[in-house]
């Protein structure tokens, strides 16, 4: 087994102690109990703004792809972005971890130049995980100035949270101004990720992917414009999609509530582990206990939240097969 793996798995095995810790002695025939007062209609409601945040991501990843002059099928992309999410959430951090694959699939099975994968896609995670910061950063400063949330010190995360956000478009700007300077500096860190055996010959092409990116900077500066629009919006969905959970639950959550509970819930993702399982459920539990909610409600809302995970994974799942299918 290779340190590598070694790691994953002891994640693995962290994450389902947590949440076997977190729940074993919580009212679970009351969760089973929530979940079937749910009607048809909810389930199609709630089903279709999955949906809607899935084809908005694929969205602005297809508009970045055409902006550098590639041609990509629309459901096509969208199974190399559900392949990717499954591997991301079974590797540490339900963030990152299926990109390399998705770069390999881009590249092997629709013919874009690999420069032009590798960029379309570091610039869709970099507006993904820009616009996520950003939402997390309004979120704790809501909850700074509230004064029923001075029971945690929300200086110190405004304060991570605002510092992880300036620096992500400095380093985007220095990308673009000093593209070589900052890849010498970026190499040790992205060694591994580099030797991936698929994308060995990623520095080949790095010259084009620099002209590529100042291209885009210069003359297709309107479509980075849509493509965060596209994910500001996209977060508004997800938003919803957590607002229509608690409506489901019957928790009457004011603003305040909710922007605790949604905040939690997106700190917890950010934690090393796959899939978020354990630090969610810890989040919510600690969240939704704060504000003086029942238990029950949490473990409905858990409840959801992981039906939904599960539903990804099988399409993921089936996504990666239709894939590998392909390659045969």
């Known amino acids: 087994m290779t340190r590598a793996n ?3 798995l002891l994640l693995w095995l962290s994450a389902i102690a947590l949440a076997t810790w977190i729940l074993k002695d919580l009212p679970l025939a009351a969760m089973l109990q929530g979940l079937m007062q749910l009607n048809t209609g909810q389930w199609i409601f709630w089903l279709t703004l999955n949906v809607l945040v899935m084809a908005l991501s694929t969205l602005r990843w297809h508009a970045l792809i055409r902006a550098l002059n590639g041609t990509v099928n629309f459901f096509a992309l969208t199974l190399i972005r559900l392949a990717g999410q499954t591997i991301s959430f079974v590797t540490p951090g339900p963030q990152f971890g299926g990109e390399p694959m998705q770069i390999y ?20 995670r970099f507006l993904e995980l820009w616009v996520n910061f950003a939402v997390l950063l309004l979120g704790a400063m809501l909850l700074l100035l509230s004064p029923r949330m001075a029971f ?6 405004v304060l991570v949270l605002f510092l992880l956000l300036l620096s992500i478009p400095i380093l985007f700007i220095g990308m673009f101004r000093r593209p070589r300077w900052l890849t010498r500096r970026l190499r040790p860190l992205l060694a591994r990720w580099l ?5 060995a010959a990623l520095n080949s092409h790095r010259d084009a992917l620099e002209e590529d990116l100042r291209e885009l900077l210069r003359a297709r500066k309107l479509v ?10 996209n977060w508004i969905v997800i938003l919803a999609e957590l607002w229509l959970l608690l409506l489901f639950t019957q928790v009457p959550v004011d603003l305040q509530d909710f922007t605790l509970i949604a905040v939690a819930i997106r700190l917890a993702m950010l934690l090393p582990l796959p899939g978020g399982i354990g630090t969610i459920e810890a989040a919510l539990l600690w969240s939704m206990q704060m504000l003086g909610y029942d238990v029950s409600d949490a473990l409905v809302l858990i409840a959801l939240m992981r039906l939904r995970d599960a539903a990804i994974l099988l399409a993921g799942a089936a996504s990666l097969v239709a894939l590998r299918a392909k390659s045969n």
Request: charged share 15%; net charge positive.
């Open 152 to 157: 945690a010190d929300w200086n110190q995360i």
């Open 105 to 124: 699939w881009l590249y092997k099975r629709q013919r874009l130049p690999l420069h032009k994968a590798v960029l379309s896609l570091g610039l869709d």
């Open 195 to 199: 030797s991936h055996p698929r994308l």
């Open 224 to 233: 980075l414009v849509q493509a965060l629009g596209i994910s500001i919006f």
């Open 6 to 8: 070694a790691v994953t």
